[in-house]
């Protein structure tokens, strides 16, 4: 079976860093984009950074531009998204997405054909 795990969430104070991992099981992730979102209790799901598949350019949401940064490994079988200066605003179930393209079309994949099943994060004092 295919699959996406995310792991790294956790409790952290305002201003601390994370590294969220999503680990591919059964298959790499070349040919594939890869996306992180995120979603807050009542509220929408949002995307907040895309990484293309052919040439690792990144896209990232307003949001988080200039804390969030992400990346994959040589193997191709992981991908991170290293979070700096966290707000409480930033917590929310984070989750590592899958498509089939060669390149991102801005911070959010529009369909993606693997997800993971999120990871928490709480921002909090």
């Known amino acids: 079976q295919l699959q996406l795990v995310e792991s790294g969430g956790g409790l952290v104070q305002p201003g601390g860093s994370l590294r969220l991992s999503c680990a591919a099981s059964?298959?790499?992730?070349?040919?594939?984009?890869m996306g992180w979102f995120r979603q807050a209790p009542g509220k929408e799901r949002e995307g907040v950074s895309c990484l293309s598949s052919n040439d690792d350019s990144t896209y990232y949401a307003d949001s988080v531009k200039g804390r969030f940064t992400i990346s994959r490994d040589s193997t191709n079988t992981m991908v991170y998204l290293q979070i700096n200066n966290l707000k409480p605003e930033d917590s929310a179930v984070y989750s590592c997405a899958a498509q089939r393209v060669d390149y991102c079309s801005g911070a959010e994949l529009y369909d993606p054909d693997f997800w993971g099943q999120g990871t928490q994060v709480t921002v909090s004092s």
């Open positions: 059964g298959f790499t992730l070349d040919y594939y984009a």
